[in-house]
């Protein structure tokens, strides 16, 4: 399997796109102005207690109010608050966390108001961002992560993970880092750490205490909470940290400066395959040329298509996402009828697997498969769609079906579910349903280029369209792009976008800011 990530940067947004043998099976959209994700550290403060839910409200500086359950305090809770309340106090009492005395667990059963009043400050960590109404959901278990292992302080104990299955390579990796851990930190060993040399690992262990000692200084200073001490790494080195591995082949990046991060990154984590990071600079948009936008517009819609013309309908409710498999126009005759269905279910349970990825669907997942009348059918439809989503990372639990053909999923939801509209709003009448003439839009095109040009002094200018208008603006020898260049600027392109709509266009300056020349919607009286 051949594994590539696209990274498609824009000033107001970064897609994430990763491909498995040229199929898009993740998709990930992160606004620049988002200021919340999952792994941000913060110093906060106790806002209400709420004793029903044994819970409390907390303030980390959002709109919305961030909910932290007494379960989510961890075990070693007090010690955290002592430490903390040493270095927001006085100077000279505070200590490393190495020299700390660990305090005795917090009773499991017992109640928030035992724990934290109103107005405490509090390290808390980011473990759900903001989803629909609810704010985020936080965790006091304070974690770094890194790409073999996760460094949590205020405990002193090792743990590997359970998918590496040799009793010897998990002994000798508890060893390994029992001889480099530093006192009073945990670790846990990640599945990428099999095989690893001390070298490696004792590396990033290093890494991972830095971040915490220069990180936790920013406690010291007088400012009042709410106040962000740690931001989470970059969504797309976050990204290449849980997933990157020997099968990558290619990262494509359009922009210089996460060009230079994500190779630092690689360079740092995997020398020998830096040279597999690429800075982008072709004329088509990069999602365009690596057949991204296309599997995009079939991908994300209520109906989705699969193998045989059987289909998908997807719906997303609050409390859970429904899934309805269609045989379409499958033949379905009586003797074949259970053959036809099981071949149906086994392909719409591989298609399934990839959309919960695609979407990042969380929370409660009901499938209605095609019904199956024999036993061992279910079993084996059960079977495939377990090892379908064996390399789904999110933490998931599969149920078998029932006697009615339906499965139910349980998701890990960490995030709110990726909505990507593909229906397309008309840009020229805006939905009035009125437009102008569509052979004077050419015209209308020239007129803004001639405005930019001669108005503005734009010279340099890029004027994405619609592939079928940027083929017709391009035809022929002397094309309507030839005669604009000779008569206004030989420095304009013209780009084919899949992303725009027919009559839709978008100008861009040599810096690749977009260039606001759209008409103001119109009032159409009837």
């Not at 696209?6 to 970064?14: G, H, S």
């Not at 994700?37 to 209400?48: E, F």
């Not at 040399?197 to 909470?225: C, F, H, S």
Request: hydrophobic fraction near 40%; include cysteine.
């Amino acid at each position: 399997m051949v594994s590539e990530l696209i990274v498609d940067v824009k000033r107001d947004e970064i897609s994430i796109a990763v491909l498995e043998d040229r199929s898009l099976v993740e998709l990930q959209k992160e606004q620049q102005s988002d200021s919340f994700a999952v792994g941000n550290i913060y110093l906060a403060r106790i806002k209400k207690l709420l004793p029903g839910l044994n819970a409390a409200f907390v303030d980390v500086g959002y709109k919305k109010e961030a909910f932290l359950h007494y379960q989510d305090l961890g075990p070693t809770f007090k010690t955290q608050q002592k430490f903390l309340k040493q270095w927001r106090g006085d100077p000279k009492r505070r200590q490393p966390v190495q020299k700390v005395s660990l305090q005795p667990d917090i009773d499991k059963d017992g109640t928030i108001g035992d724990a934290l009043t109103v107005g405490d400050e509090i390290l808390v960590q980011i473990a759900k961002e903001p989803i629909s109404t609810k704010g985020p959901r936080l965790t006091a278990e304070i974690s770094f992560a890194g790409r073999f292992l996760v460094l949590i302080p205020f405990a002193d104990k090792i743990s590997v993970s359970t998918k590496i299955k040799s009793s010897e390579e998990r002994a000798r990796l508890r060893q390994l880092i029992q001889s480099v851990k530093p006192k009073n930190f945990s670790v846990i060993v990640r599945t990428s750490a099999e095989g690893k040399r001390v070298a490696e690992l004792d590396g990033e262990l290093r890494i991972l205490q830095k971040r915490w000692e220069d990180n936790i200084l920013k406690v010291a200073a007088k400012t009042k909470a709410p106040l962000v001490i740690y931001e989470e790494t970059a969504r797309t080195v976050a990204l290449l940290r849980d997933i990157f591995n020997a099968s990558f082949q290619n990262i494509y990046v359009n922009d210089q400066h996460v060009f230079e991060s994500v190779y630092d990154y690689v360079s740092l984590i995997a020398p020998e395959q830096k040279e597999i990071v690429k800075l982008y600079t072709g004329e088509l948009p990069i999602f365009d040329n690596f057949g991204v936008t296309k599997q995009i517009k079939s991908l994300f819609g209520r109906t989705v298509t699969y193998k045989g013309g059987a289909y998908l309908i997807i719906e997303h409710t609050e409390a859970m996402h429904v899934i309805d498999v269609n045989s379409g126009n499958r033949v379905k005759g009586n003797t074949e009828q259970e053959k036809t269905a099981f071949n149906v279910n086994i392909a719409a349970a591989e298609e399934i697997a990839r959309q919960l990825r695609l979407r990042d669907m969380g929370g409660i997942i009901v499938i209605d498969f095609i019904d199956l009348t024999e036993a061992s059918n279910r079993q084996q439809l059960f079977e495939h769609m377990t090892k379908a989503m064996a390399n789904d990372r999110a933490k998931h639990n599969i149920l078998p079906l029932s006697k009615f053909c339906l499965m139910q999923i349980t998701r890990q939801r960490v995030r709110p579910i990726l909505d990507v509209q593909t229906t397309e709003s008309c840009p020229s009448c805006f939905g009035t349903g009125v437009v102008k003439s569509s052979i004077l839009f050419t015209d209308n095109l020239e007129g803004k280029i001639d405005c930019l040009v001669n108005r503005h002094n734009v010279k340099r200018l890029t004027l994405n369209v619609h592939p079928y208008v940027a083929a017709y603006i391009n035809k022929g020898i002397f094309s309507l792009a030839m005669k604009w260049k000779m008569k206004y600027t030989h420095q304009l392109k013209v780009v084919p976008d899949q992303s725009l709509a027919f009559l839709e266009y978008k100008f861009y300056d040599q810096d690749k800011n977009e260039l606001d020349m759209q008409e103001e919607k119109e009032i159409v009286k009837k």
